[in-house]
């Protein structure tokens, strides 16, 4: 009976062993510089409530990248934002001023939508 014990500890362990490898399902993001990146800008309410707010989607960059350009695109827009599922979300509807703000910091930037 000690025996069959161990031998379930030990399966236990293999799996846990295999469910902790993370390394192997992990993808490096590349890090394209701004020139070579095609972003789409609009304005958005779904699942808002009514709250519009600005999107902006196709980032090929790392998170930190991403991190610093929601922080400079909030401290010009005088509002708030954030970063979701690699999409910028700045709050109410900032579409021209934000496409201007990322084509002097080199990105293509064109607005999706009316």
């Known amino acids: 009976m000690a025996s ?16 902790n490898d993370n390394a192997a399902t992990e993808r490096p993001i590349p890090e ?12 958005s309410r779904k699942g808002r409530k009514g ?16 991190a610093d350009l929601v922080k400079q695109l909030k401290t010009q827009c005088g509002t708030g934002g954030t970063l979701k599922d690699n999409e910028i979300e700045i709050q109410g509807e900032h579409k021209q001023k934000i496409v201007e ?7 293509k930037a064109k607005i999706r939508g009316g």
């Open 32 to 43: 394209l510089p701004p020139q070579q990146q095609n972003l789409k800008v609009q304005a």
């Open 101 to 107: 703000i990322l084509t002097k910091l080199g990105y």
């Open 4 to 19: 069959s014990n161990s031998q379930s500890s030990d399966k236990s362990f293999v799996y846990r062993e295999f469910g």
């Open 51 to 66: 709250k519009t707010v600005t999107v902006i989607s196709g980032f090929q960059a790392k998170p930190e990248t991403l």
